[in-house]
């Protein structure tokens, strides 16, 4: 019963930056760790960053230094800086949440990225 919505996609020009933001409603486990996906077309979905709850966080080799994810525990929120786009960054991206009830996704938001 956990919804997450997922906000702030657009376009940008390459070297631009975006914020992402994606707030979960429903019973939120104090123990979660969420994460950003990402898929572009005819592609398989991919991992980009994700958060535990402590702030612990980890990054796919791709966005390292330039993508930042942070929680905001109280509002359950989770966001992602994306900073130095380049026109491979461009995709769906998605919030997950991994809960011992199971794993739920958001609908995704258009990330697009133009030379």
């Known amino acids: 019963q956990v919804q997450l919505v997922e906000s702030g996609g657009g376009s940008v020009q390459a070297g631009g930056s975006l914020s992402l933001t994606c707030v979960a409603s429903?019973?939120?486990?104090?123990?979660?760790?969420m994460a950003w996906y990402r898929q572009a077309p005819g592609k398989r979905r991919e991992l980009v960053a994700s958060a535990a709850r402590d702030g612990a966080t980890n990054y796919a080799d791709s966005v390292k230094g330039r993508f930042t994810i942070s929680r905001d525990n109280a509002k359950y929120t989770v966001y992602l800086r994306m900073n130095n786009l380049r026109p491979e960054d461009a995709a769906v991206y998605f919030c997950?949440?991994?809960?011992?009830?199971?794993?739920?996704w958001g609908r995704g938001t258009q990330v697009t990225v133009s030379s």
């Open positions: 997950k949440i991994n809960l011992y009830s199971g794993t739920y």
């Open positions: 429903g019973e939120i486990s104090g123990n979660n760790v």
